[in-house]
């Protein structure tokens, strides 16, 4: 049973850092494509970044280009996502995802398992 748990969350004020961990369980993590996704309220949850099971070639949405950072350690079996710069709209629940897939990482239907979500919220 895949498991995954995300951390960091929380209120910041604008132009602040975070940083929010996603540790994953139940299946060989390095199998594991993972992905970021947000959702503020009233609105569908979207795209913000990914990256393969190997580390290389991250990508992310157009909005959060240059500012947010994705990374993985496979020995600790856990995915991160530094967000710099962090705007009031980005206030929004933040969740982590697991797949199997190595393409469309930018798709919600790609992801397999999803984290409960982290509350990150920025003040202006």
Known sequence: QVQLVESGGGLVQAGASLRLSCVFSGRPFSSYAMGWFRQAPGKD???????????????????????????????????????????????A??????TIQVDDLDSIGEYDYWGQGTQVTVSS
């Open 93 to 98: 629940v933040y969740y982590c995802a697991a």
């Open 45 to 91: 949850r979207e795209f913000v970044a990914a990256i393969s099971w190997s580390g290389r070639n991250p990508r992310y949405a157009d909005s959060v280009k240059g500012r947010f950072t994705s990374s993985r350690d496979n020995a600790k079996s856990t995915a991160y996502l530094e967000m710099n710069s962090l705007k009031p709209e980005e206030t």
